[in-house]
Structure formats: structure tokens, C-alpha cells
């Protein structure tokens, strides 16, 4: 009877040991990759677990990292739970990190003002510039994968355009000027990047779960995200939700903007993200839409970002190597119904016949 | 006459469901043999085993005579046996022709498609079935019933000789429904064997030779069919008397609940007017009956009544109250409850678990939400209380609702609707695709609440319910309401006529 226990409990949870599973398949993969190319993976990784959780500072690190793929994640899945695919958080981060840099900069006012308006800056930047393709949508029937894609590179190069010729030149680097010691996130760990934006960051996680589970407006978004007919039907007012999720999940992605350049650069550098936006799909993916999983998805590609660093300087091998991880794991993710066939079938004692009967 | 399928012995098992036991049917070649019962019967899963879908746990199949080791679809067909699922298995970017001979298709110097070739074959083999299909049209752009012509047409290219029709016309219009029998009774002329699995009662009487009724995965009787009737199948099927033929008088009938003055709509898509100076009122204790062919209103009707479909004109009041112009919510509020006519798309959210469904629609009001906020709490008893009430099977209310089957989806809807909705009830097709035990319990719930001093108003395309069920029945035939009659001054001849578009006078003479 234990087995049958086990059985169920496995069954019942597979979408979370198929998410498992296919980031060990990820690593597998690599390791055989390194392998194969006369390395030893055990070191690699061994290199790779310090570099990332190692000592305080590493670990300080890690966190850091994960900070603006959370945040840019929970985005995501507060789109997605109201059938919006914004893949557009990229340039609603940009545009969120230089809203927020341009009112850290310009304005003088004590902290407990200043900061809070500093991130509502970002913020509101990120939503107002989600409601383009947000309107799109609804009321024109535009597909948003494609016009949000499309938007990250106006985003991308009006930025550019304003630190360059709008806001002041200090140095080479093209960015706008420091900040205020006002409008910056205290560091919580001298010497490293982590800062108090992680409490910004876990107030983000409670408050989608909060939303999307314990609010009536909760409810709807997501009886919109799974069937639009039927939330019609019993008197949802299905354009506004879809506005409104759209509008949340940019004002979120503008937000991790603001969070990282607060609480890191102190500035708006111009190609700060090295893609948050779009990693923070396949951390909503792997983190299977749940705003609790995505705590721990985040947790692994933070991992992997500063992981790396010291694997490729202990070992030889490069640190391009993320970007390989990275592409695997969304290959297997991609894969996932597969992956989740074979593991209901090896639970379930491999009866093809009993599997047929299931998927109906 | 020779048989040409006998099945002995059939035992299957899926986990912890014995979906078949011992079960064990003898087909005789050239007939149709209609094979009923309930979903869950297990007439699925023994027609599936035949065809090689499934091999069975122990049991025999003899084709001919002969004893046959069937493993899997191919050895089915090389046998003769062919399978029409309720699903189609077809490319909708393929044409007719393409689909018919997909995988055996006629080659020029054995490399390159012979497209005239494979365009007379079909045309050559659907004439010859009187099907009627057009071998170069694209799938994706003909209609269910043409599509299931092709299927059809897949299996006759193939030399099936029986033919597995699973619950064929359950995705088919009347009229499609009519044609398919005529193509079966060519078939049939022709010596083929059909295997016709359905619960529809109507249809296996109008059809079958023979009927063989299963129940709990076994086979209950074969019988012949000029030797049986739908009430006798219908108690083999279930297991002890249904309702089926007899619903109580109604009793008493009260003040005037729902007033249709004159509604007019066109349609979104093409403009035409789909509601023409629609009347009607529903008083309390009563069930208003609409009856007409798919497509004459009837859809546009219920979402005008809930605020879905724009008026051109008319009006709606409900207890002297005009709502016309209310928004879908604020109707709903002021007490309008519906069973819509598609379950999946209007119904549920598959997707949401039974508790979240069984407040689906409910979720502003202060049941369930306080200031916003979802109370948890209300909805877990709300669900565990309807649950019981109307005996709605699921291990869990947290299950999600696509996991139900469908006479338990239905259940769901039935309950949230009925339960909250203080005195109207619209029941949109409330028993389309149920099998008979499903269909009774709605039925018996609609009574319960009109004797309760509830309006209900019942849209329905099959006849017999509405007869069954109403207080007085409304034809509706192009948008309009043709005529409103009582139910004991109407037969079913005369309510056909309207349908069709005969006039009232016509009919009186």
C-alpha cells in the first residue's frame, strides 16, 4: 500500500516532478557535453554549487541576481494567468529602470518619499507602455507575442536615445547620472550587490498570490485566462480584466527595472539587463505559472548566473556555458509533455492501454 | 444468415474500473447491430478492443469463424474492421481526396502523387455510396457531417466490410442525422456490417436490427429490435424504471415572472435579423417550452435574455422591472439563472476546479466575496453542500471540472444555477449529449423547480423534451415565434409543421 501511496502522491504532483526533471535531464546534458569534451563535470559542478551558495558573499550574490527574475517572472505569470502572453517585459523593464533612474536623479526629497517614488515611477512606465499592446489586443485583435516582441526595441532605443542626448553625460559609459543617496535600496551585505530590493521582491511574490487566489478580481482574471466565453457568460467583463492583467504585468516588469537599478547601478546604464525580460519567461515556465514556483526557478537561474563565474575561473571551461544551460533547460521545458508521458508511464507500471483511458 | 463477429469472454481492466466483464456479443454479417448503454458502459471499450485500439485481458475474437489475434488497428483492418470515432482523425489542410487514400495513395512511376487518379477513386467510391462529398474540397472547410462522410470513405478505400460507428451522430444537426441513415441502409444493401454504438433511443430503434444493451461492462441482452421498444432498452440500460415518458401535471400556475415585449436583433456577423418582434411571457409555476430546428433563433434568444445580444427594439421585464439595457452581471443579479447550451465553452471553466465552478458567476456577490476579497471558506461549502444536494460524482471538490464526466459537468451548472437563481431559469439544450440517467435528473430537477413556483424557460432541439417537460410550448422558426400553444392541445405532427415553416391555419384546417 505504501507503493500505492507513493504512487498517487507522484502522480498527483507530476507536473512539479516533470519540471524537476527535466532541469536534472538539463544537467545530465551538460555533463555528458563536458565529458565529452575531456572535462570532469563533478568538479565543474562542484565549482559551480560554491559559486553560487558557497559563502555568505556568494550567496548574497545569488539572491541579488534573482531579485529582477523574480520580480520580471511574477510579470509574467500575472499575464498569463489572464491569458496575456506578454513577452514585452524586456522593454517594460528598460523603460521602468529609466523612468525610475530620471526621478532618483531629478528630484530631491528625504528617503522615505523619495525611494517609494522612484519605484512608483518605474512602475506606472512599465504599465503605460504594457496598455499599447494591451489595447492592441482586446480591441484590435492583434496577436500581443508579436506586438509585444516588437515593442522591446523602440523601448530599447528611445532609451538610448535620452541617455545620450537628454540627460547629462557623466563619463564615457552612456548612462544617466547617479542617483540620489535617496532614492537608493541600503545594501544589506557590504561588498556585495544584495540590497534591501529583496523585501520589494517578496512583498511582489505575496502580493500576485494574494491577488490571483484570495480576490474575487483574482478570480476573473483567471476565469478570463482559461475561458473567455464562459467568463463572459456569467458577467465578467472579459476587456477590462485582459487590460487589467496586462496592465498589472507591465507595471511589475517596470518595477524589477526600477528594483535592479535602485538597488545595483544606481543609474540607468544603457544595456544594464542582460535579457532579464526574457529569462523571466522560462523562470515563470520552469516555476509552472505558480507565483511560489517561480521562488525557487528564480532561485536556480540566479544560481546559474553567478555559479558560473567561478566554475570559469576555477576550471577552463567558458562562461558561455550558461547561455547553454540556459537554452537546454528551455529545450527541455518545451519538451515537457513528453518528458511528463514517460514519467506517468513509468509510475504508473508502463500500461499503454490505461494511459489511453486517462488522456481522455 | 452467417455471423461474422463473435466476441467471447471479454474481460478488461483500467486501474481500478473493470470496464469490461465477460462480455460477449455474436454479429450477424449484412445487418446493423446497435450496441447501448450508458456512458461508462463499457460499449466503447469492447468496440476499441474489436478494433485493436486495446487488447483485452482474456476473452476471444472470431472473425468468420476463424479465431483472430487482434493487436492493433492494422490487424483490424486486414480483417475487414474499421473504426469511425467520435473524434475525427483527419488533416483539415489535406483535401477530401488526400485524406481518403492518405497512406495508400495512388502513385505515378511508383514516386510521384497521380492526383487524377486519387480524385476518381474517391469521387468513383462516394458515388457509389450515394455520399456526396467533393474529393478536392479541403477538409478544414466542409462541414461535421461531410467530414464524417470521409472518415467513412477512409474506411470503405481500405475493403472494410464491418464498420464501428462510435455515437456518430453526436456532433450531428437532424438533417445531418437523416442522411447518415441513409447512407447506413446503402451500406447495409451492399452486405456491409455495421456496429452502431449510441444511447440514443430514438435513433437505435430507427436504425438497428439488432440491439445488444450493456451495463457495468457487461452485456445485459441482445435483442431483436422488431421484439423490443425505448422504454424496455431504456430499462436495461439503467437498470430500473426512468421518467422518460411521464412527467407530473403541472400543478400551480402564478403571477407573470418574465415579459418579452416585441425583441428584435440582427446578427453580429452577417446582419440579417436573427429576432423578429419576439413575445412571450412566463408565469410562475410554469415551464415555457421552445421549440424549433437548430439555428432559428434560438442561440440568440437565451443571450438576449441575458444581456449578451443587443436589442434593436422590444423589451424585457422581469417582475415588472424593465432590464433591457442591464449589463450581463446586473441581469444575472436580478435573478436570472441559465443552463447555457454549450457545457464546456459557457458552462464551466474546465479548468477550474468543482468549488471554483460551482460559484462561477456568483463571485462578486456577498456570498463569496467581502470587499473583494475571496472567502474561501463560502465556497468550499457551498460546493460541499450542492455536492450532496444533487449528488454530483467526484472524489474531490478540488478536482478539476474537466475531469468530470459529462452528465456530472452538467450536474455542476444545474446546481449553481438552479440553487442561486431566485425565480427564472433559462435551460438552454440542458441535456444535449447526456446519457439517460443524467437526462432524467434534469428533467426531474426543471419539474422540481417549476413546482416550486419558479418560471423556467426550456429551449430545446429535441422535440420530446419539450413535450415532455412544458406548460405550454412556443415554435420558433426564423427568428420568430410562430405560434404558442398548450401542451395538451399540441401533437407533435402539428408542432413538426411549425417548425418548418407551415402556417397555424394551414394546420387547423
Known amino acids: ?360 | 444468415m452467417a455471423t461474422i463477429i463473435e466476441m467471447r469472454g471479454i474481460n478488461k481492466r483500467f486501474g481500478d474500473v473493470q470496464a469490461n466483464r465477460d462480455a460477449a456479443i455474436t454479429v450477424e454479417a449484412g445487418t446493423v447491430h446497435s450496441i447501448v448503454g450508458e456512458n461508462g458502459a463499457g460499449k466503447t471499450t469492447l468496440m476499441n478492443i474489436l478494433y485493436g485500439l486495446y487488447q483485452a485481458d482474456s476473452g476471444e475474437i472470431f472473425v468468420n469463424g476463424k479465431k483472430v489475434d487482434i493487436d492493433d488497428p492494422s490487424a483490424a483492418i486486414a480483417n475487414g474492421i474499421g473504426m469511425i470515432h467520435q473524434h475525427f482523425k483527419l488533416i483539415p489542410a489535406m483535401t477530401v481526396a488526400e485524406n481518403v487514400m492518405l497512406g495508400n495513395e495512388p502513385r505515378k512511376a511508383g514516386l510521384f502523387l497521380d492526383l487524377a487518379e486519387l480524385n476518381g477513386l474517391t469521387k468513383e467510391l462516394s458515388d457509389q455510396y450515394g455520399l456526396a462529398v467533393d474529393p478536392e474540397a479541403l477538409v478544414e472547410d466542409i462541414s461535421v457531417g461531410i467530414r464524417q462522410r470521409v472518415e467513412i470513405l477512409k474506411a470503405l478505400y481500405r475493403k472494410v466490410n464491418i464498420l464501428i460507428l462510435d455515437e456518430p451522430t453526436a456532433l450531428l444537426t437532424p438533417q445531418e442525422t437523416e442522411d447518415l441513415f441513409r447512407i447506413i441502409n446503402k451500406l447495409r444493401e451492399d452486405g456491409k456490417t455495421i456496429l452502431f454504438i449510441s444511447h440514443k433511443l430514438k435513433e437505435i430503434m430507427k436504425i438497428s436490427d439488432r440491439v445488444t444493451v450493456m451495463r457495468d461492462g457487461h452485456v445485459v441482452d441482445t435483442v431483436e429490435k422488431k421484439d423490443t421498444s425505448e422504454v424496455d432498452l431504456a430499462r436495461m440500460m439503467v437498470g430500473r424504471d426512468v421518467f422518460l415518458r411521464n412527467a407530473p401535471p403541472t400543478k400551480k400556475i402564478g403571477d407573470v415572472i418574465l415579459k418579452v415585449e416585441n425583441i428584435s436583433a440582427v446578427s453580429t456577423v452577417h446582419k440579417r435579423p436573427v429576432l423578429r418582434n419576439v413575445s412571450f411571457d412566463i408565469r410562475a409555476g410554469e415551464i415555457l417550452g421552445i421549440a424549433g430546428i437548430d439555428g432559428n433563433g434560438q442561440t440568440e434568444l437565451v443571450r438576449a435574455l441575458i444581456g449578451l445580444q443587443k436589442l434593436t427594439e422590444g423589451k424585457i421585464i422581469l417582475h415588472d422591472e424593465d432590464i433591457t439595457h442591464l449589463s450581463v452581471r446586473d441581469m444575472r443579479d436580478a435573478g436570472i439563472g441559465v443552463i447555457p447550451e454549450d457545457r464546456l465553452k459557457e458552462g464551466l471553466v474546465i479548468d477550474f476546479d468543482v468549488q471554483e465552478n460551482l460559484c462561477l458567476g456568483l463571485q462578486r456577490n456577498d456570498e463569496f466575496a467581502k470587499n473583494g476579497l475571496f472567502d474561501w471558506k463560502s465556497v468550499t461549502s457551498n460546493a460541499e453542500k450542492l455536492v450532496e444536494k444533487f449528488d454530483i460524482r467526484t472524489p474531490s471538490i478540488k478536482l478539476l471540472a474537466r475531469l468530470l464526466s459529462g452528465g456530472n459537468q452538467q450536474k455542476v451548472i444545474v446546481a449553481r444555477e438552479i440553487f442561486h437563481a431566485p425565480d427564472m431559469i433559462i435551460a438552454a439544450q440542458p441535456t444535449r449529449g447526456l446519457d439517460i440517467a443524467a437526462t432524467d435528473f434534469v428533467h426531474e430537477e426543471l419539474i422540481k423547480q417549476r413546482d416550486l413556483g419558479k418560471a423556467v424557460l426550456l429551449l430545446s432541439l429535441s422535440l420530446e423534451e419539450v413535450m415532455l417537460l412544458s406548460t405550454r410550448i412556443a415554435v420558433i422558426y426564423k427568428g420568430e415565434i410562430v405560434a404558442i400553444v398548450d401542451k395538451d392541445k399540441a401533437t407533435a405532427e402539428d408542432l413538426g409543421l411549425l417548425m418548418l415553416g407551415g402556417s397555424y391555419e394551414h394546420i387547423q384546417v
Open chain 1, 1 to 360: 500500500m505504501k507503493i500505492e501511496k507513493t504512487r498517487r502522491f507522484l502522480l498527483k504532483h507530476q507536473a512539479v516532478f516533470t519540471s524537476i526533471l527535466a532541469v536534472i535531464l538539463a544537467f545530465a546534458m551538460v555533463g555528458i557535453l563536458l565529458l565529452s569534451t575531456g572535462r570532469n563535470p563533478a568538479e565543474a559542478f562542484g565549482y559551480f554549487i560554491r559559486g553560487a551558495f558557497g559563502d555568505m558573499f556568494n550567496f548574497a550574490n545569488t539572491i541579488s541576481r534573482v531579485v529582477p527574475l523574480l520580480i520580471a517572472a511574477i510579470a509574467f505569470i500575472v499575464g498569463a494567468k489572464g491569458s496575456v502572453f506578454n513577452v514585452g517585459i524586456e522593454g517594460q523593464l528598460l523603460l521602468g529602470a529609466l523612468a525610475s533612474a530620471v526621478v532618483g536623479w531629478g528630484i530631491k526629497l528625504p528617503k522615505v518619499i523619495h525611494l517609494p517614488l522612484t519605484l512608483l515611477a518605474g512602475t506606472l512606465a512599465g504599465g503605460l507602455y504594457a496598455l499599447i499592446p494591451a489595447w492592441l489586443k482586446v480591441y484590435r485583435k492583434v496577436n500581443e507575442i508579436l506586438s509585444t516582441i516588437m515593442l522591446n526595441y523602440p523601448a530599447f532605443f528611445f532609451n538610448h536615445y535620452i541617455v545620450l542626448n537628454v540627460t547629462p553625460l557623466e563619463g564615457v559609459i552612456p548612462a544617466t547620472p547617479f542617483i540620489q543617496e535617496t532614492a537608493k535600496f541600503a545594501k544589506l551585505v557590504p561588498g556585495t550587490r544584495l540590497h534591501a530590493g529583496v523585501i520589494v521582491t517578496a512583498l511582489v511574490v505575496v502580493f500576485a498570490y494574494f491577488l490571483l487566489k484570495k480576490t474575487a478580481l483574482g478570480y476573473e482574471m483567471r476565469a478570463v485566462g482559461l475561458n473567455q466565453e464562459a467568463a463572459r457568460f456569467h458577467g465578467i467583463p472579459v476587456e477590462k480584466r485582459m487590460m487589467l492583467s496586462f496592465f498589472i504585468s507591465g507595471c511589475l516588469a517596470g518595477l524589477a527595472g526600477a528594483v535592479e537599478m535602485a538597488g545595483v547601478h544606481y543609474r540607468y546604464l544603457d544595456q544594464f539587463s542582460p535579457g532579464y525580460g526574457y529569462d523571466s519567461i522560462t523562470v515563470a515556465m520552469v516555476g509552472l505559472l505558480s507565483p511560489v514556483g517561480a521562488i525557487f526557478s528564480a532561485t536556480l537561474f540566479g544560481a546559474l548566473k553567478t555559479g558560473i563565474l567561478d566554475m570559469a575561473v576555477y576550471t577552463e571551461i567558458p562562461r558561455q556555458l550558461v547561455t547553454l544551460i540556459n537554452g537546454i533547460v528551455v529545450l527541455f521545458i518545451s519538451a515537457k509533455s513528453i518528458i511528463q508521458e514517460r514519467f506517468k508511464r513509468f509510475v504508473k507500471g508502463k500500461d499503454p492501454a490505461s494511459l489511453a483511458e486517462e488522456n481522455k
